[in-house]
């Protein structure tokens, strides 16, 4: 239909056994790509995608609102602490924060990488694609990208400083437990893995040559 969202999301509330379609864009957004959804809690969610789109519920998904953003980039990953505090990070060096449910999203300011990649014109600070983000707590966070890239901020993301780069392959997805010890993977079967807050990392092997694209941890020593 011409007046179908192209993008969408499921949602169950039964275990799985049965999923109903949740349309999040409506009307001149129809035909924008949502990339990916997070919730805080059973009501509060948002879902985000390309030229800046990020959607808010309060209902648990009944009803969506566009928010404002101060970008056009596309967005790629997102985390919440509460429903008044999350981050939302993408292409073209996005990052941003919100403490007041998404009413008003700041930009966070990432410093240029100092890595060798960065030296050699491959790496720049217009030009991070952010992946994913992951944060311990309000003030410590992660976000991982293309090419290898990893930054982190100390001050719930208004500013963020680049690590040194580990691997070159693109990384997809972080999971910090606490502001010490967290992972990261990506392109090539790569996992990387820390227990200084990223200030060093050790490549743990895998097994694999694929890409891997998602972290998902029970406590600290069970993961997939």
Same mark, same amino acid.
């Given at each position: 239909?011409?007046?179908?969202?192209?993008?969408?999301?499921?949602?169950?509330?039964?275990?799985?056994?049965?999923?109903?379609?949740?349309?999040?864009?409506?009307?001149?957004?129809?035909?924008?790509?949502?990339?990916?959804?997070?919730?805080?809690?059973?009501?509060?969610?948002?879902?985000?995608?390309?030229?800046?789109?990020?959607?808010?519920?309060?209902?648990?998904?009944?009803?969506?609102?566009?928010?404002?953003?101060?970008?056009?980039? &596309?967005?790629?990953?997102?985390? +919440?602490?509460?429903?008044?505090?999350?981050?939302?990070?993408?292409?073209?060096?996005?990052?941003?924060?919100?403490?007041?449910?998404?009413?008003?999203?700041?930009?966070?300011?990432?410093?240029?990488?100092?890595?060798?990649?960065?030296?050699?014109?491959?790496?720049?600070?217009?030009? &991070?694609?952010?992946?994913?983000?992951?944060?311990?707590?309000?003030?410590?966070?992660?976000?991982? %990208?293309?090419? %290898?890239?990893?930054?982190?901020?100390?001050?719930?993301?208004?500013?963020?400083?680049? &690590?040194?780069?580990?691997? $070159?392959?693109?990384? +997809?997805?972080?999971?910090?437990?606490? $502001?010490? $010890?967290?992972?990261?993977? %990506?392109?090539? %079967?790569?996992?990387?893995?820390?227990?200084?807050?990223?200030?060093?990392?050790?490549?743990?092997?895998?097994?694999?040559?694929?890409?891997? $694209?998602?972290?998902? +941890?029970?406590?600290?020593?069970?993961?997939?």
């Amino acid at each position: 239909k011409r007046d179908e969202s192209i993008s969408y999301l499921l949602k169950t509330t039964n275990g799985g056994e049965s999923w109903t379609r949740v349309d999040v864009t409506k009307g001149e957004d129809v035909n924008l790509k949502l990339a990916g959804a997070r919730f805080a809690d059973s009501d509060h969610g948002w879902a985000f995608g390309e030229a800046g789109a990020l959607f808010a519920t309060t209902d648990g998904g009944d009803s969506w609102t566009r928010q404002s953003v101060p970008t056009r980039h &596309l967005l790629l990953g997102a985390t +919440f602490l509460d429903a008044q505090t999350g981050w939302v990070i993408g292409a073209g060096s996005t990052a941003l924060y919100t403490t007041d449910g998404g009413a008003t999203w700041h930009t966070g300011v990432i410093a240029a990488p100092t890595s060798q990649a960065s030296a050699r014109g491959s790496v720049s600070e217009t030009a &991070l694609r952010l992946n994913a983000v992951s944060f311990a707590d309000a003030r410590h966070g992660w976000a991982v %990208g293309a090419g %290898g890239a990893l930054v982190a901020t100390k001050d719930g993301g208004r500013t963020w400083h680049a &690590l040194a780069a580990v691997t $070159e392959s693109d990384l +997809f997805d972080v999971k910090f437990f606490d $502001e010490r $010890e967290g992972w990261a993977v %990506g392109g090539d %079967g790569v996992a990387i893995h820390t227990t200084d807050g990223g200030a060093t990392w050790l490549v743990e092997p895998t097994g694999t040559p694929h890409a891997l $694209e998602r972290l998902s +941890f029970v406590g600290r020593t069970h993961g997939w």
